[in-house]
């Protein structure tokens, strides 16, 4: 079974950075599309940012201006670049990747059938 494995994730400060990681942990073709989502208590998973199988990638608005997303060096991994991180991003992070052949929505979580069990992120003084 494939399994997602993100890293990175912590406590920082407001204005500071973190580098999300996540990597499938089994061997496989190359994922459609791989995404990060966000999660706080009571709240649905939001989309954050997704990377297709070319390697394109697209930032939600109200974060492109700080977040970035792209392939890891390994096959089948992505990265979550944040900086200038603000109170309001304290969440959940979790990797998501489509292993069909075509996403045809990619900010949603039903297009998603791989999870990681995500990293916490908390941005506090």
């Known amino acids: 079974q494939v399994h997602l494995v993100e890293s990175g994730g912590g406590l920082v400060q407001p204005g500071g950075s973190l580098r999300l990681s996540c990597a499938a942990s089994a061997y496989r073709s190359s994922f459609d599309v791989m995404a990060w989502f966000r999660q706080t208590p009571g709240n649905e998973r939001e989309w954050v940012a997704s990377v297709s199988r070319g390697g394109r990638a697209t930032v939600d608005n109200s974060v492109k201006d700080r977040f970035t997303a792209a392939h890891g060096d390994r096959k089948n991994s992505v990265y979550l670049q944040m900086n200038r991180l603000k109170p309001e991003d304290t969440a959940m992070y979790y990797c998501?990747?489509?292993?069909?052949?075509?996403?045809?929505?990619?900010?949603?979580?039903?297009?998603?059938?791989?999870w990681g069990q995500g990293t916490q992120v908390t941005v506090s003084t």
């Open positions: 998501a990747a489509n292993s069909r052949f075509f996403t045809k929505e990619i900010d949603s979580e039903s297009s998603y059938d791989f």
